[in-house]
């Protein structure tokens, strides 16, 4: 874990860089849980961010079209009116599609950003990013 600091406004901030493996998730849970209840950001609020840290993380590792031993970063920013997380890695970007019903195992993770986020998306320059906000 890296990067750890103070930003304007009374907020914090925190980059991680982690491996893409399966230990990846865990690790910016606890980090970005860690560092929301220093904030005190906890309850419903910080559950529903750890739940898509986990969730984007999660895509990262299973999903990335990079290379296998390109990492994972992940930067968070609490402030007064939320959070935003961004999650970066090696590969070429994507198109989301929709959710399949047929298809119960998979296709949950943007889904649930798109129903919890209040806004979200993906950049495909330097890698992938896929970013999310949520308003106190």
């Given at each position: ?13 925190l ?48 999903h ?36 399949d ?36």
């Amino acid at each position: 874990m890296s990067g750890e600091g103070e930003i304007a406004g009374g907020g914090a901030s925190l980059r991680l860089e982690l491996d893409r493996d399966i230990s990846a998730p865990a690790i910016a849970r606890s980090a970005v849980a860690e560092r929301l209840g220093d904030y005190g950001v906890d309850g419903s609020f910080g559950q529903t961010v750890v739940l898509l840290v986990s969730e984007v993380v999660s895509n990262a590792v299973r999903h990335s079209s990079g290379p296998p031993d390109a990492g994972i970063s992940l930067d968070a920013t609490v402030t007064e009116k939320g959070v935003r997380i961004a999650v970066t890695d090696a590969g070429a970007g994507f198109e989301p599609r929709p959710r399949d019903p047929d298809r119960l195992g998979e296709g949950y993770g943007l889904y649930l950003v798109a129903k919890a986020a209040s806004a979200w998306g993906i950049d495909s320059e330097n890698g992938t990013t896929v970013w999310f906000e949520l308003e106190r």
